[in-house]
């Protein structure tokens, strides 16, 4: 079947303009998470949704990131009046979210966003 | 906290040459560990696993052993290819109570290139 999907693949915006980017998980996957990965930082972890809640939000950098899930699928990841040092490839990963944390993450293939 | 330290990079070797991937944590529970590769263009895959300590994940001719009086988790393969060439990634799952089921804690990779 169809593995994560990311859009877009790639994202150049301005300085202060808002960017959204989307997350398709792998069908039946209930547990999604957005990574950062920065250049030569290695994987930040954002966000985790388990369904449609998310009850760990601690990795968000500031107030301009959210993200929200809807049916249990989909999910957008929101990053308001973006800055230069939000450039990065934004990872999103599902699994099926249940075991002791051995469930394996299935990550899509990133958007890479430059901030000019 | 939860972290994880491994081997900076980037390593080149010639084929068929042994490989090592240090990777030491640190973790308040009781972790699994995971290795993780990102091939050029692709997204991040899971390459092998370990639950407890002792156990020995394996993949592909990749092999690692969780040792928990070391705090270790190396990747070795006995004899590199091309085709390994690639940035290699060593996790953490803590399994604490409370802690996040799945979020991983990633080390800042590891650049492998493999000469023929």
């Known amino acids: 079947g169809a593995g994560v999907s990311q859009s877009p693949s790639n994202k150049v915006t301005e300085k202060g303009k808002d960017v959204e980017l989307r997350c398709d998980p792998i069908s039946g996957h209930t547990a999604l998470y957005w990574y950062r990965q920065s250049l030569g930082q290695g994987l930040e972890f954002l966000i985790y949704f388990q369904g449609n809640s998310a009850p760990d939000k601690s990795g968000l950098p500031s107030d301009r990131f959210s993200a929200e899930r809807t049916g249990g699928s989909v999910s957008t990841l929101t990053i308001q009046r973006t800055q230069q040092e939000d450039s990065a490839v934004y990872l999103c990963a599902s699994s099926w979210g249940v075991g002791q944390g051995t469930s394996p993450l299935h990550f899509g293939n990133g958007t890479r966003l430059t901030v000019t | 906290g939860d972290s994880v330290t491994q081997m900076e990079g980037p390593v080149t070797l010639s084929e068929e040459a042994f490989l090592t991937i240090n990777c030491t944590y640190t973790?308040?529970?009781?972790?699994?560990l995971f290795w993780y590769v990102q091939y050029p263009g692709e997204g991040l895959q899971l390459l092998l696993k370990a639950t407890k300590a002792d156990d020995k994940g394996s993949n592909k001719g990749f092999e690692a052993t969780y040792r928990k009086e070391t705090t270790s988790f190396h990747l070795e393969k006995g004899s590199v290819q091309v085709s390994d060439s690639a940035v290699y990634f060593c996790a953490l799952s803590d399994r604490v109570r409370g802690s996040t089921l799945g979020r991983l804690y990633f080390g800042r990779g590891t650049q492998l290139t493999v000469w023929p």
């Open positions: 973790a308040t529970g009781y972790p699994s």
